[in-house]
């Protein structure tokens, strides 16, 4: 539900339920953007006077998802993906019970008014033990809500979901002693690892899982759009939908959590990678509306500076998502103007 309001009744906390752009067209703001002081005020400088927010805030503040159970739903997927793995391995079939189970907790989370919660507790999750797991889910949340974004159906969103989850599920062929090398890999060892999408295919193909998409999906979640992926090294929309989704979740998981060899990033590390080199590696368009609407849920999250001082996102121009506005030590630091740069996000 969306209401019209006067720029005057917004308070921090409201939520946009669309795009604000000024006279010219300009986009200045983005739909699911949770507003602050800072962008209230630039928005009156802008001369905007009606804006559309979720309605009712008090109602939404009632109904604030409950982290417990988030956390609670988020443990009991790790289990259930435990349990997949672990039956793999020791030669069992896939048991598609536990992969539905695990679809139906992740899509409990869509809702928009969850989202904003769902991102922060995956950005602290992210440790490295149990790695393995926690990427599947997180592959999984981020698949959803990509697919969400991009206004794929429900039964497209829960595919989505099933691929994410699925994607890595030829892991559990591959040694132990080379998955969790707690160093570079060797050439040889990359190409056991590289064999992990066709396994993926085949445990899909051994089992009752018919789903045609998502075995595509788990194949074909390395290949690139220029054709630098594996295992085949095809290219564009042969690739197709589902996993250009996964490959787009999987690098920005991957990039921003710990491994024990490497320290993770922030997103606007992985948005910049998207931005300078992805374009030519992923699908362009569903790389822009993911770092797009990530972008507008990280208004509001505290960031450690290289200046040393904490701060505080309060806006992110639409136009340069590289560049926020931070609010620290009473004022306010523009990126793009500023060589103080974000390190860390707190
Ligand atoms: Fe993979």
Redesign the pocket.
């Known amino acids: 539900m969306t209401i019209d309001i006067d720029i005057f009744e917004c308070r921090g906390g409201d939520i946009l339920a669309c795009d604000i752009v000024n006279k010219d067209g300009v986009k200045l703001v983005s739909r699911g953007t949770t507003l602050n002081d800072y962008i209230i005020e630039k928005l009156k400088q802008f001369e905007i006077n009606n804006v559309k927010v979720i309605y009712p805030p008090e109602y939404i503040k009632k109904n604030r998802y409950n982290y417990e159970k988030f956390e609670y739903g988020y443990k009991k997927s790790i289990q259930l993906v435990k349990d997949i793995v672990n039956d793999l391995s020791t030669g069992k079939a896939l048991n598609i019970d536990k992969v539905t189970s695990a679809t139906e907790l992740i899509y409990e989370h869509i809702h928009q008014n969850d989202i904003c919660m769902l991102l922060n507790f995956l950005d602290r999750i992210k440790v490295t033990d149990e790695y393995t797991y926690l990427h599947s889910i997180n592959v999984a949340f981020y698949c959803m809500l990509l697919a969400k974004w991009i206004d794929l159906s429900e039964y497209e969103i829960k595919k989505a979901v099933q691929a994410g989850l699925l ?2 599920i030829g892991k559990s062929r591959i040694p132990t002693s080379i998955l969790n090398k707690p160093a570079k890999l060797t050439n040889e060892e990359f190409e056991i690892i590289k064999k ?2 066709v396994y993926g295919y085949d445990i899909l193909s051994e089992s009752e899982f018919s789903d045609l998409d998502i075995k595509r999906a788990v194949l074909l ?2 290949e690139r759009i220029n054709c630098s992926g594996y295992p085949f090294g095809i290219s564009g929309e042969k690739i197709g939908l589902l996993a250009r989704i996964v490959s787009i979740a ?1 690098v920005y998981d991957a990039m921003t959590s710990n491994r024990v060899y490497k320290k993770k990033v922030t997103p606007f590390t992985t948005f910049e990678m998207f931005i300078t080199e992805g374009y030519s590696g992923f699908d362009a368009y569903l790389t822009t509306e993911f770092i797009n609407h990530m972008a507008t849920y990280l208004i509001g999250s505290s960031v450690k500076l290289d200046n040393g001082e904490n701060g505080k996102i309060v806006y992110i121009p639409p136009n340069n998502l590289l560049c926020p506005i931070v609010y620290s030590n009473g004022e306010y630091i523009d990126m793009k103007k500023s060589n103080i740069r974000i390190i860390e996000m707190i």
Do not use: G, T
């Open positions: 994607h890595d992990h999408p979640h390395h999987d």
